[in-house]
């Protein structure tokens, strides 16, 4: 049973007749009445009263009659649908990302419901090492991470360049002058963030190549608890530039330049390689290309293989 024979049998009922269905559907009537037989033969049922003239339906018939139409109903609701989706007049975009690469997302987020206001989007916040299982799970589209993913079924676009930077309350000794080496903060007690990340394996690196302590006394669960607690006058921190910018802009915290600690953090949009992206998805990635553009550095959009 399919919808084209359906269709047919709506035209027999509604005409109440074999040829005049056929001049509606722009058939013969031989093949309607071939039609109908066959829709029959599948369901084991009479479908329409051949002794009477005016095409009256069976109980059969007369039961399948509103299921049929339901049945073209929904088929005329998804195409409808679909067309809306084209039209991104609807749709949900969904995304994964963690404290810290939310933060880049509000000003393209904001760009893209500009554009789209009937995009519904919803950001999950996620660990970075587990946004491309999510992404291959079909749990979310589209990802946001501080690294180069390592699974050839996921894709990478690079979107922003942030720096590592070192950060004081503007009390604290090095505020003044602005700048430290390295062997100079391992008189200073860190305050860091308690997940493992890449990131933070290259400082601790840095530092024992210039045999240097690096004093993590204090490890706490989010970048605004560092940030606060450091603004407090609790030694020193080591963030992206990010997600300290308008702290250092309102000067309640200070930057301050380490020349052994330039680090680049690339942030990049990634997604599944072989999955065809929804409408919503595509948008957005327009959206963020026509943002890098239009705004250029620190925003950007290249190609994962090119960086």
Avoid at 30 to 58: F, M, N, Y
Avoid at 150 to 163: F, I, K, L, M
Avoid at 234 to 241: E, K, Q, W
Avoid at 279 to 307: I, M
């Amino acid at each position: 049973m399919d919808l084209f024979q359906l269709e047919t049998f709506l035209a027999v009922a509604e005409e109440r007749s074999f040829s005049r269905a056929a001049t509606k559907l722009h058939r013969t009537q031989p093949a309607i009445s071939q039609v109908i037989a066959k829709l029959e033969a599948e369901l084991g049922e009479t479908l329409l009263e051949r002794s009477s003239r005016d095409g009256t339906l069976t109980d059969a018939g007369e039961v399948l009659r509103e299921y049929a139409q339901k049945m073209l109903n929904l088929r005329n609701d998804a195409s409808a649908a679909l067309v809306d989706l084209r039209s991104l007049h609807q749709g949900i975009l969904s995304i994964a990302a963690n404290e810290y690469t939310c933060l880049y997302l509000l000003p393209v987020l904001d760009a893209f419901r500009k554009k789209h206001p009937k995009i519904k989007v919803a950001v999950q916040r996620s660990l970075a090492s587990r946004i491309a299982d999510a992404l291959l799970s079909h749990t979310v589209e589209v990802g946001v991470v501080g690294f180069r993913p390592g699974d050839p079924n996921v894709q990478a676009v690079t979107v922003y360049r942030d720096q590592l930077v070192c950060i004081v309350s503007p009390t604290h000794p090095l505020a003044r002058a602005g700048k430290a080496s390295i062997q100079r903060l391992g008189r200073e007690s860190f305050t860091a963030h308690n997940v493992p990340s890449p990131l933070r394996q290259k400082v601790i690196e840095a530092f024992k190549r210039h045999r240097t302590p690096l004093r993590m006394d204090v490890e706490l669960p989010s970048l605004e608890a560092i940030k606060r607690f450091v603004r407090l006058g609790n030694g020193v921190a080591l963030v992206p530039r990010l997600t300290a910018e308008s702290e250092v802009a309102s000067g309640v915290l200070r930057v301050v330049d380490v020349p052994e600690l330039q680090m680049e953090r690339k942030l990049r949009l990634v997604y599944r390689r072989s999955a065809a992206l929804s409408h919503a998805a595509r948008a957005f990635l327009e959206v963020v290309e026509t943002h890098a553009r239009e705004h250029g550095d620190p925003f950007c959009f290249t190609s994962a293989a090119k960086v």
